[in-house]
Nanobody
Framework: QVQLVQSGGGLVQAGGSLRLSCVAS????????MGWFRQVPGKDRELVAV???????DYGDSVKGRFTISRDNAKSAVYLQMNSLKPEDTAVYYC????????????????WGQGTQVTVSS
């Protein structure tokens, strides 16, 4: 089993920045890809960014050029730096871990963090 604990998030004005962190514990050697998803009420979870254990990344189209995912394998941690935030980025953000290399769909993830609210005011 793997446990994921998130930190960061909160309220920020449009154009501002926030950084999310997620630390894994437990059977961390089983983790392949790690990612960030977000969800607003009434919609499915949306891929924000994913990173493999080797550092290969992929991003959702709506955040490319603004968000950066990074990973510290020694700390079993993954981070999401969010810049130039927009009101449409408002959502609950979830950290996730997968046994697959670089999974792009939520269904391919085995473990999830508790979620953290990000609110961007206009």
């Amino acid at each position: 089993q793997v446990q994921l604990v998130q930190s960061g998030g909160g309220l920020v004005q449009a154009g501002g920045s926030l950084r999310l962190s997620c630390v894994a514990s437990g059977a961390t050697s089983s983790i392949g890809g790690m990612g960030w998803f977000r969800q607003v009420p009434g919609k499915d979870r949306e891929l924000v960014a994913v990173i493999s254990s080797g550092g290969t990344t992929d991003y959702g189209d709506s955040v490319k050029g603004r968000f950066t995912i990074s990973r510290d394998n020694a700390k079993s941690a993954v981070y999401l730096q969010m810049n130039s935030l927009k009101p449409e980025d408002t959502a609950v953000y979830y950290c996730a871990a997968s046994r697959f290399l670089i999974p792009l769909s939520a269904g391919r993830y085995d473990y999830w963090g508790q979620g953290t609210q990000v609110t961007v005011s206009s």
